[in-house]
């Protein structure tokens, strides 16, 4: 056997050499191709980087500049557009955090334009309770500044712990764990960034904090949710146009509601930012939903 090997050896020996030698420069190449496809890709994705940034920016920019338009006429329009409804789906909103049985709670509202449901809570809540209020936008800020001030309001004990913060929900300049409650109502779909602006609420939440967002849903269910859903799509610009000039930002608003999530994506969205016992309840035939979550304590 070892005879009949040994004159082949040396030819095996060779094939291989050769067939190494043909795979270097092979292998070379090809790292070359790779090298030079990636010299290729950097500056596409340099480029596509630099525009989602942009497309970021100028939606940001753009949905500041509708608050700041609609600033003026936000309460009434909310009246409008919803026939008074909004007030009920905040008060259970504002219901489903249990503030009666609580003691005293922080609690963050996100997004919190004119104040009115942190108003809601500064109603219900412990008076040692400390509130939060957070928008990114100085006129809506305002309003709520001014809420705040009237006497209905101004009596409550613990408004003496009401803070104004204007900060984007992404990066929200306070501490760790440091709100029991956070809570988001209609802003959600506005937000430009809203992967970090979950994990900042996540951040943002102590060890069994608890999470709320009210939010519209692009699809509807029944004949509520048919109506609902009729009633964005042409009533809203149309009151929009008479009561506030302005029908631009209230077809923002009906396209926001078609872009965003369904229940079920968002709720998929909250697990990613690390909350747990993640749900949400309908209202208004499928057209919004409260959802909630908890930081479960590790
Ligand atoms: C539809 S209003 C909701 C106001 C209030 N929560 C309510 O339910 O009446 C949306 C609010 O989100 C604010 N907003 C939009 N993008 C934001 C962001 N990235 N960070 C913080 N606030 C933002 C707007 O300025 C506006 O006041």
């Known amino acids: ?56 920016a100028s939606r940001e920019k753009n949905v500041r500049a509708i608050f700041e338009r609609v600033a003026p ?3 009434q329009m909310n009246d409008a557009m919803s026939l008074g409804l909004h007030r009920r789906w905040k008060a259970r909103a504002v219901a489903a955090m249990h503030l009666e049985r609580a003691g005293p709670r922080t609690v963050l509202d996100m997004a919190c334009g004119s104040g009115d449901i942190a108003a809601r809570v500064a ?16 006129a809506m800020l305002a309003l709520a500044r001014q809420r705040f001030a009237q006497p209905r309001l101004a009596h409550l004990a613990c408004l003496k712990s009401v803070r104004f913060v204007r900060a984007d929900a992404a990066s929200v300049p306070l501490a760790d764990g440091c709100v ?56 809203v610009p149309q009151l ?22 369904t229940p079920a994506r968002l709720e998929a969205e909250l697990r990613g930012a690390g909350l747990q016992r993640v749900s949400h309840r309908l209202m208004l035939g499928g057209r919004l939903a409260l959802h909630q979550g908890w930081k479960v304590a590790a």
């Open 1 to 56: 056997m070892a005879a009949s090997h040994s004159p082949r050896a040396p030819a095996r020996a060779t094939a291989r050499a050769s067939t190494e030698n043909m795979r270097a420069p092979a292998r070379a190449s090809s790292k070359n191709t790779r090298a030079s496809t990636k010299d290729m890709r950097a500056p596409a994705r340099a480029t596509a980087r630099a525009s989602t940034e942009n497309t970021r």
């Open 180 to 235: 029991d409650i956070y809570c988001v109502g209609f802003g959600l779909r506005n937000f430009a960034e809203r992967t970090q602006a979950l994990a900042e609420a996540h951040r943002l939440l102590r060890p069994g904090g608890h999470f709320l967002c009210l939010e519209f849903a692009p699809e509807a269910r029944g004949w509520l949710g048919a109506a609902a859903h009729a009633w964005t799509d042409t009533v």
């Open 123 to 138: 109603q219900r809540a412990h008076p040692q309770s400390r509130l939060i209020c957070v928008d990114n936008n100085p």
């Open 73 to 75: 006429y936000y309460d």
């Open 240 to 261: 929009g146009a008479w009561l506030a000039q302005d029908k631009a930002s209230y077809i923002y608003l009906r396209d926001s509601i078609r872009r965003f999530l």
